[in-house]
């Protein structure tokens, strides 16, 4: 079990940078802005984790969370990036 955990808060960090990376993504190509950056980003971190849990026989309930919390971690990480770059 602790293994399990192990291998997926490995993959928090790995895909909070991915959620990131496929938000700005969204956000170029439509006119997302405000909390729905917010909820895109959750939304993105469960279909991750929720693929990853299919694709690796992960327990499906744990997974839903780490792309839930994933989904929050990218959107700080970028807020702390931006006002460290002062944009």
């Known amino acids: 079990m602790q293994d399990a ?4 808060v490995a ?3 790995i895909g909070a940078p991915v959620v990131t990376g496929i ?3 969204i956000k170029q190509h439509t006119k ?3 909390i729905g950056v917010v909820l895109c980003a959750v939304l993105v971190g469960v279909a991750l984790f ?3 849990a299919y694709v690796f026989d992960y327990p ?3 997974s ?8 929050f971690a990218s959107i700080g990480a970028f807020e702390g990036i931006k006002k460290t770059k002062g944009g």
């Open 5 to 8: 955990i192990m291998q997926m």
């Open 11 to 13: 993959s928090a960090i």
């Open 23 to 25: 938000v700005q993504v």
């Open 32 to 34: 997302l802005a405000g």
């Open 50 to 52: 929720g693929a990853v």
């Open 60 to 62: 499906m309930a744990e």
């Open 64 to 71: 839903l969370l780490f792309g839930i919390l994933t989904g």
